[in-house]
């Protein structure tokens, strides 16, 4: 399992999920706004893409798709 989660990303991907994740979670503020459950959607998929920018792991790299970045 620690391999699952070794680094697979460079730091052009980490600095891309970490944009991506802040506009998730400030989307996710807006969302709670509107609707509880639009903003915790967006408020966990805004911690999951903060998750893989901090660790520098990619999800969909893991499981064997290949991405651009």
């Known amino acids: 399992m620690k391999s699952f989660?070794?680094?697979n990303i460079g730091n052009k991907g980490r600095?891309?999920?970490g944009v991506v994740a802040l506009g998730l979670l400030i989307a996710a503020g807006i969302?709670?706004?509107n609707s509880f459950w639009i903003?915790?959607?967006l408020l966990?998929?805004?911690v999951f893409v903060a998750f893989e920018a901090i660790r520098g792991?990619?999800?969909l790299r893991a499981c064997g798709i290949k991405?651009?970045?």
Do not use: E, N, V
């Open 39 to 41: 903003g915790l959607g």
């Open 15 to 17: 600095l891309i999920r």
């Open 44 to 46: 966990t998929c805004g």
């Open 67 to 69: 991405t651009k970045h």
């Open 5 to 7: 989660f070794s680094r």
């Open 31 to 33: 969302g709670f706004a």
């Open 57 to 59: 792991w990619c999800a």
